[in-house]
C-alpha cells in the first residue's frame, strides 16, 4: 500500500521533471531501467578444485549475486599448446553458474599470454625504454602494438566468441585487463610509429619538421625513416615529438581493442562488449575505442594514503574519487558499469588497511549514484598462492566465511533488490538539480603538454580542474567531463579548465556557444598553443581574444613560499602558481584584481556578456581552490542558478527518482530532505561512511 503510493508519487513527480529536463541520458538497450543495478563478482574457475565450484556459485547466489566473471586471465588453460583449444572446464563451470542463476561476463585474456607463447615467439614482449625486455611470469608483457600478437590474440578470441557469442548465459565481455596504454621501444613499434607519422603528415616530411619545430637545435628530419621513439629519458627530448607519441601509443591500445570488439561482435549480437580502464584520465585512450558498447572502469579507495577526511579517512577514502570517475566514464556512451570494486583490504598499497566498516557500501552506493548500470567486486574468493595472496575477497582463504566486506555487498545487494520495488525511469531528477547542470571540457592532451613545460613546478594541472570539480560537487551540481565530440550546447555553463591546445576552429565553437545562451568560464593557460603545441605568430594567448576581447599582457609565477594575492569582492586569496595580468575588454566587468607586485591594482578575472551568453576568463589559479569556489557561487547567482553549499565529502545526487546522499566526512552531516521527500534507506543525520537513499 504504501509503496504502491510512493510509486504514484514518483510518477507524478517524474512528469513534472521530465518537462524540465532537458537533457536525458542515453538509455541503453543493455540494461533494464527496472533492474536500477546489478552486482557481480569476479570468479576464477583455474584457481579452485572443481569439486568447489557449485558450492561457491551456490553461496554468490545466496548472497544476491546475479553475475559472475569468468577466464580473465585464463588463456594458458584455453589454449594449453597453440592451435589446441580445450573450453570444456569453463563450459563446465559457466553450467553451474547458470544453475544458480548467476550471468557471466566473458573475457579475453589477452594480458596473460601462456607461456609457450612468449617462448616460441618473444618478439612478442614489450621492451622498455631502457632496453629491459619484460618476461613471462607476471602479465601485460606483450606489445599491442606486435602484430604477431595480435594476429595470436585474434585468433584465440575468435574461438572464444565462435563458442560463446550466442549463448543467453554471457551477458557481455570484457576485453583484456585494465588495458593501459604502453610505451613499448622494439622495432615494430618504432616502424609502426614512423608510419603513423606519414599518414599523418601526407608523407610530406617538411610538414612534420613544421609541425615539430624541428629547426630548433638542428632537430631537422629529411626522412621518416631517420625518425626514433622519443626518449623520456633524455629529459630536452622535442616535446611536439612526445605529443605525437603519445597520441601514437594511445592509438595502438586502442586499436587492439577495437578489433577485438568487432572480432566478438561477429558472433555475439546479443551481447555487450566493453573493457575495465583504471581511470588514468591523461593517458589519452579511454573512449578511443569506438566499437565498445559502453565503458567500465576499476576503483580501489583504500591503500594506506590518505586522501580522505581526518584521522580516519584513509580508511574511507577520497570522497571525490569515485565521483569523478562517474562523471568522466559516464558521458562517453551514457552508461558505464564498473569492473572491479575492493571488498576489503588490498595487498598492493605501501600499507593495506582494513577499510572503515560501512566504506564498502559506502562505494558501492557512490558508484550507483553517478548512473551505472553494475558493479563487480574483484574478487569472489581470496587467493592462497601467487602475487594477490593478501587480497581480500567476498569470502576468505577458506573459501566460505563471508569477510566485513562481503557483508556490505550483500547489503547493499538486498537494498536495491528492495528498491527495484518501486523503480522510477533513470532520468528522474528534480529541475533545481538539472538546472545546475554543468560540462568540464577536458582533453588530456593537455596535460601532458603542460607537463612537459609547466613553468612552475608547484603547477598542476589536476589539482586545478579539482578545484572547480570539488566547488561544482559542493554545488549538488550534476557534472560530466565531455570530450569536444559532444555538444555543448547541452549544458548552461561550461568549463574549460587550463585548456592549453586550441585552435580557431574550438574558438569559433566556444564563441557560437555563448553566443547562443551559454556560460562559459576559460581559465589560465587556455588556448595558448596550437594542437602541435606550437605558439601561433601572434600576441601571447590571443587565440581567445575575438571572444573574450581580453588581452593578456604578461604571465607571472610566484615562489611558493612567497605567494601572492587577489581581491574579489573585498576578500583576499593567496595564489602562486599561474597569474596572468589580462587588460580587459571595454564591455567586460573586472571581477578580480592582484594586489601586490609590480601589477597591483591590474585584472586576473573577467566577465563579459556576449549575445545571449556570458564569458568569465580566469586568468589566476589560486592556492586553496577558495576563490574558485567563491567566483562559481557569484557567476551561479548573477546566472540565476540555484546552488547548494554541501561540506567537502558530502555528495548528493539523483537517479531512478530517488535521491543518494553520501558522507565521506569524518563527522556525522544532517540533510535537509527537500519538501515532500520520504526516507527510503538510512535517516537525515547520515553518520561518517552513511548513505542517505529517499525518494522525490
Ligand atoms: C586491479 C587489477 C586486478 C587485480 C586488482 C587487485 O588493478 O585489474 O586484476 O590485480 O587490481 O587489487
Same mark, same amino acid.
Given at each position: 500500500m504504501i509503496r504502491n503510493k510512493l510509486f504514484t508519487t514518483l510518477l507524478t513527480g517524474l512528469l513534472i521533471l521530465l518537462a524540465s529536463s532537458t537533457q536525458a541520458q542515453t538509455p541503453t538497450q543493455w540494461f533494464n531501467d527496472k533492474d536500477l543495478t546489478l552486482t557481480g563478482a569476479y570468479y576464477y574457475p583455474e584457481h579452485w578444485d572443481e569439486s568447489q565450484w557449485e558450492r561457491d556459485f551456490k553461496k554468490m547466489h545466496e548472497l544476491g549475486f546475479e553475475f559472475t566473471h569468468f577466464a580473465e586471465f /585464463?588463456?594458458?588453460?584455453?589454449?594449453?599448446?597453440?592451435?589446441? $583449444?580445450d573450453f570444456a572446464w569453463l563450459d563446465q563451470a559457466i553450467t553451474l553458474a547458470a544453475k544458480y542463476d548467476l550471468k557471466v561476463v566473458m573475457c579475453t585474456s589477452t594480458a596473460t599470454p601462456p607461456v609457450w607463447l612468449s617462448r616460441k615467439y618473444p618478439e612478442i614482449l614489450v621492451k622498455a625504454e631502457d632496453g629491459t625486455v619484460l618476461d613471462h611470469g607476471a602479465r601485460q608483457h606483450a606489445s599491442f602494438t606486435s602484430s604477431l600478437y595480435r594476429e595470436l590474440s585474434y585468433k584465440m578470441i575468435e574461438k572464444l566468441a565462435q563458442h560463446y557469442g550466442n549463448d543467453p548465459r554471457i551477458i557481455g565481455w570484457q576485453l583484456d585487463n585494465e588495458p593501459a596504454v604502453q610505451f613499448d621501444y622494439n622495432l615494430e613499434a618504432e616502424l609502426a610509429f614512423r608510419n603513423f607519422l606519414r599518414k599523418k603528415y601526407n608523407d610530406n616530411i617538411k610538414s612534420l619538421n613544421n609541425a615539430w619545430g624541428t629547426a630548433f637545435w638542428s632537430e631537422v628530419y629529411s626522412d621518416f625513416d631517420e625518425i626514433t621513439l622519443p626518449k623520456h629519458a633524455q629529459m630536452f627530448m622535442n616535446h611536439h615529438q612526445i605529443l605525437d607519441y603519445r597520441r601514437f601509443a594511445a592509438s595502438q591500445t586502442n586499436d587492439f581493442l577495437n578489433k577485438q570488439c568487432l572480432l566478438i561482435k561477429k558472433y555475439a549480437k546479443n551481447q555487450w562488449v566493453t573493457t575495465n580502464y583504471i581511470p588514468n584520465y591523461d593517458e589519452g585512450h579511454i573512449g578511443g575505442s569506438l566499437a565498445?558498447?559502453?565503458?567500465?572502469?576499476? @576503483? $580501489?579507495?583504500? $591503500?594506506?594514503?590518505?586522501?580522505?577526511?581526518? %584521522? @580516519?579517512? $584513509? @580508511? +574511507?577514502?577520497?570522497?571525490? %574519487?569515485? /565521483?569523478? /570517475?562517474?562523471d568522466f566514464f559516464r558521458p562517453i556512451q551514457g552508461t558505464y558499469g564498473v569492473m572491479e570494486l575492493q571488498p576489503g583490504q588490498v595487498n598492493w598499497g605501501g600499507i593495506n588497511p582494513q577499510p572503515l566498516p560501512? /566504506?564498502?557500501?559506502?562505494?558501492l552506493w557512490s558508484v550507483f549514484a553517478g548512473g551505472s548500470d553494475f558493479t563487480c567486486t574483484y574478487r569472489y574468493r581470496q587467493p592462497l598462492y601467487g602475487t594477490e595472496q593478501y587480497h581480500y575477497g567476498i +569470502?576468505?582463504?577458506?573459501? +566460505?566465511?563471508?569477510?566485513?566486506?562481503?557483508?556490505?555487498f550483500a547489503t547493499f545487494i538486498s537494498e536495491i533488490k528492495e528498491l527495484r520495488k518501486h523503480y522510477a525511469p533513470r532520468d528522474t531528477k528534480p529541475a533545481d538539480f538539472q538546472a545546475r547542470r554543468t560540462a568540464i571540457l577536458f582533453n588530456h592532451e593537455n596535460s601532458w603538454s603542460i607537463e612537459r613545460q609547466k613553468q612552475n613546478r608547484t603547477w598542476d594541472t589536476f589539482a586545478h580542474i579539482e578545484k572547480y570539480y570539488r566547488t561544482l560537487k559542493s554545488f549538488g551540481a550534476p557534472v560530466d567531463f565531455i570530450s569536444e565530440a559532444k555538444d555543448m550546447n547541452n549544458y548552461p555553463v561550461v568549463i574549460a579548465p587550463a585548456y592549453q591546445l586550441a585552435d580557431k576552429e574550438l574558438v569559433d565553437r566556444w564563441t557560437a556557444y555563448v553566443k547562443n545562451g551559454g556560460n562559459l568560464v576559460l581559465t589560465c593557460r587556455t588556448a595558448q598553443k596550437d594542437r602541435y603545441g606550437r605558439l601561433p605568430e601572434a600576441p601571447f594567448g590571443s587565440l581567445i581574444t575575438p571572444l573574450t576581447e581580453n588581452k593578456l599582457d604578461f604571465y607571472d609565477l610566484l615562489l611558493p613560499e612567497d605567494p601572492g594575492t587577489i581581491v574579489m569582492d573585498g576578500k583576499k586569496y593567496a595564489w602562486n602558481t599561474w597569474g596572468e595580468v589580462l587588460i580587459p575588454a571595454a564591455d567586460a566587468q573586472v571581477w578580480t584584481t592582484y594586489t601586490n607586485e609590480f601589477y597591483e591594482g591590474k585584472p586576473a578575472v573577467t566577465f563579459r556578456k556576449l549575445g545571449k551568453g556570458t564569458i568569465t576568463y580566469v586568468g589566476v589559479d589560486s592556492r586553496d581552490g577558495t576563490f574558485e569556489k567563491d567566483l562559481l557561487k557569484k557567476l551561479y547567482a548573477q546566472l540565476n542558478i540555484p546552488v547548494m553549499d554541501l561540506p567537502y565529502g558530502v555528495t548528493l545526487e539523483y537517479r531512478n527518482g530517488m535521491g543518494i546522499v553520501l558522507n565521506y566526512g569524518d563527522k556525522p552531516y544532517t540533510f535537509n530532505l527537500p519538501k515532500g521527500s520520504k526516507v527510503l534507506i538510512g535517516n537525515n543525520e547520515i553518520p561518517t561512511a552513511g548513505v542517505l537513499i529517499f525518494s522525490l
Open positions: /585464463a588463456w594458458a588453460q584455453l589454449e594449453p599448446e597453440e592451435g589446441r $583449444y565498445l558498447d559502453f565503458q567500465c572502469y576499476t @576503483r $580501489y579507495m583504500v $591503500y594506506g594514503d590518505n586522501e580522505g577526511i581526518g %584521522r @580516519r579517512g $584513509y @580508511r +574511507v577514502g577520497n570522497p571525490l %574519487r569515485i /565521483a569523478w /570517475a562517474n560501512g /566504506a564498502v557500501r559506502l562505494w +569470502v576468505g582463504t577458506d573459501g +566460505v566465511t563471508v569477510t566485513p566486506g562481503g557483508h556490505e
